[in-house]
């Protein structure tokens, strides 16, 4: 494996389900992102971990809930979700040093909430 | 609140020159990146300016005016695999991206 992978691609849950989004970077970097996408929104930043600690919390419902053992890998546990949670879950990674800060993105989890 | 501003939809014909602008309203400043993003696809790296001027990448080039708030993507020889979305984002803190909602260009035979 290469890059970002993210498992599962495509989820269906009900608002009492309970699911987790599996992210794995192979690329060596210090830092992970959750993303996500809505359609015509701006992708909105969820969590940032540099380094296994969580850096960034942008007012995310406790509904998600994300999980960092290592630097590879970043988990977001999801409960209790709202059909408005419907969207793509982009996963990131990046190598935070002088003059390179590019983000690699996963190719994402397109979750249903029904 | 960051505000990043880019039109929603362009149309081109395939061979023409495209530019995508962008404004963008932001608490900080670290650089700006354009981004390309297929249909179900990932977004992919398409370029990065952190000083004024063009930056020149092939058929992409990419131009940044730090005092207007302003960049542009420039894409040239237009191809059918360029209908994608491209996305501008502003690095305005550590670690952080704040995207706008992406423009959707579509490439017409």
């Known amino acids: 494996e290469t890059g970002v992978t993210q498992t599962p691609r495509h989820l269906v849950m009900g608002m009492t389900n309970k699911k987790s989004l599996k992210c794995e970077q192979h690329?060596?970097?210090?830092?992970m992102y959750w993303y996500k996408q809505s359609a015509k929104k701006p992708l909105e930043l969820m969590f940032v971990?540099?380094?296994?600690?969580?850096?960034e919390n942008n007012s995310v419902p406790s509904r998600f809930s994300p999980e960092c053992p290592n630097s590879s890998h970043l988990f977001l546990h999801l409960h209790t979700l709202q059909p408005e949670d419907s969207a793509l879950y982009l996963c990131?990674?990046?190598?935070?040093?002088?003059?390179?800060?590019?983000?690699?993105f996963g190719p994402g989890t397109r979750l249903t909430v029904t | 609140g960051q505000n990043i501003d880019q039109p929603t939809e362009m149309t081109a014909t395939e061979g023409a020159i495209v530019q995508i602008n962008c404004t963008y309203q932001?608490?900080?400043?670290?650089?700006l990146f354009w981004y390309q993003q297929h249909a179900g696809e990932a977004p992919t790296f398409l370029s990065y300016?952190?000083?004024?001027g063009l930056e020149e990448k092939g058929r992409f080039s990419s131009f940044l005016s730090r005092s207007k708030g302003y960049s542009y993507l420039l894409l040239k020889e237009l191809q059918m695999k360029d209908s994608a979305s491209y996305l501008c984002?502003?690095?305005?803190?550590?670690?952080?991206?704040?995207f706008g909602a992406g423009t959707t260009v579509t490439v017409r035979a």
């Open positions: 990131a990674s990046s190598q935070e040093r002088d003059g390179s800060y590019e983000q690699y």
């Open positions: 690329l060596g970097h210090n830092a």
């Open positions: 971990y540099n380094f296994k600690e969580q850096t």
């Open positions: 932001t608490s900080g400043f670290n650089g």
């Open positions: 300016n952190v000083l004024d």
């Open positions: 984002a502003v690095r305005d803190g550590d670690y952080k991206l704040s």
